[in-house]
């Protein structure tokens, strides 16, 4: 049999709820999708659980389920994905951290837990922050890198330390920055919330004097005076998906989450300019990185953040929008990677409600077209049109034994 091709789509927080202002329709009942529609018309259509009916997944446990990963076996933290994916080389004892520039008082309150989501100067800033020495813990050294806007990573490096250390970033406004503790209460994770705490108590001495924040604080912008931090994690252990299933992959994604999720599980990178993990994010780019990395792989997974940055943001109509602009890029893939002789198939990570503005539990839509897939008939892709489709009701974790199967590539299980 020819190397089948498969591209995996999966569009961030692309699920929605019916919103009784816009009819009952949820934004993708609402947009415009013909090629999305197209795709479901030939193609297994159903609901997907991320996780199982009711959990409302975060983007790290519920992209390793797609991917076929048990999040409750390899699951290690979301920030050394995030440091994997900024480029930072993780060893096995390092401690990694997604963290924030951030503006406090002089009490440590938080005032701005993104420093006026800070772009200009963002890098300069991260050089004096990984300068920053933690003397009071014996041994620990620290590599800090600006990724997008106010976001980063921290990476604590050393012997004896652990990722079961709380968050300090106290995630609202108007408290005071947390002080790291340690929650299984092991010396190794006491010793990580000491070097953690001294970390944050010295970024703050760094660079509350430092001149782009005079310069920021006389422009009326809120200064970014302090490094916050969350989301503790190690080096997850993940079997490949070319020693578990065969494929040969590449990963097109602008966010640093997903590049590390990919770069863990084996798959190549492939930079594409203007993938930006944002709103502006090129869709051509993507399309035609996509095609040209299809030639010699025969896992392609395109990662777009867009539409969960609108749910988050309850903006409807940014949705619909942000959604006809993907069905650009699903047309694109399902012409050029030609769906006639290769496999395209779109889901989403979970459910990013513009009511809320939060991920729910609900479950997603999952579609793969290609040759010999059963037509589900469906004429447009929708939430309630998922629930009505020929594949029924998966779990994140099936994904991936469906998806090998359906190419031609799983395994006979017994004999
Ligand atoms: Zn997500
Ligand atoms: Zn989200």
């Known amino acids: ?164 250390v709380s968050d300090v970033d106290p995630k609202e406004e108007g408290l005071k920055v947390g002080t790291a503790r340690a929650t299984d209460g092991s010396e190794e994770a006491k010793r990580t919330a000491q070097a953690l705490n001294e970390f944050v108590k010295r970024s703050h001495e760094a660079l509350r004097e430092h001149p782009l924040n005079t310069q920021r604080v006389s422009d009326d912008e809120p200064a ?45 990178l492939v930079d594409v300019k203007g993938a930006t993990g944002g709103f502006s994010t090129d869709y051509e780019a993507k399309a035609k990185a996509t095609i040209e990395a299809a030639k010699d792989k025969n896992f392609i997974l395109v990662h777009v953040k867009a539409p ?28 050029e990677v030609d769906i006639g002789s290769n496999y395209v198939a779109l889901t989403a990570d979970h459910t990013t409600s513009v009511y809320s503005g939060e991920h729910t539990g609900d479950p997603v839509p999952i579609v793969i077209g290609g040759p010999d897939v059963p037509a589900s008939r469906v004429t447009k892709l929708s939430e309630a049109a998922a629930a009505r489709g020929n594949l029924g009701r998966i779990r994140g974790l099936d994904l991936m034994p469906i998806l090998t199967d359906v190419i031609g590539r799983s395994r006979l299980y017994g004999s």
């Open 224 to 268: 970014a005076n302090i490094v916050i931090t969350r989301g503790a994690g190690t080096m997850p252990a993940l079997p490949s998906l070319k020693s578990r299933n065969d494929l040969r992959g590449a990963c097109i994604a602008g966010t640093a989450m997903i590049k590390g999720l990919a770069l863990a599980a084996g798959l190549d």
């Open 1 to 164: 049999m020819a190397d089948r091709k498969l591209v995996l789509l999966i569009a961030d927080g692309l699920a929605d709820r019916p919103v009784i202002d816009y009819d009952y329709k949820t934004p993708l009942e609402y947009a415009n999708t013909p090629n999305m529609d197209r795709l479901a018309k030939g193609g297994l259509v159903g609901q997907l659980d991320p996780i199982s009916p009711g959990v409302r997944p975060g983007s790290d446990v519920a992209n390793l389920a797609l991917l076929g990963y048990d999040p409750a076996r390899f699951y290690t933290g979301r920030g050394a994905l995030e440091a994997l994916g900024a480029g930072i080389d993780l060893g096995p004892n390092d401690i990694a951290f997604r963290a924030n520039f951030a503006t406090v008082d002089d009490d440590f309150r938080v005032l701005d837990r993104r420093a006026g989501r800070i772009k200009k100067g963002a890098s300069k800033l991260a050089k004096v922050v990984d300068d920053v020495k933690i003397d009071g813990v014996h041994g620990v050294k620290l590599i800090f890198k600006a990724t997008t806007d106010h976001r980063g990573v921290l990476v604590l490096r050393g012997e004896k330390l652990s990722r079961m």
């Open 308 to 335: 969960d940055l609108a749910g988050h943001d309850k903006d409807f109509k940014g949705k619909v929008k942000i959604i006809e602009e993907l069905d650009g890029l699903v047309g694109s893939l399902i012409d």
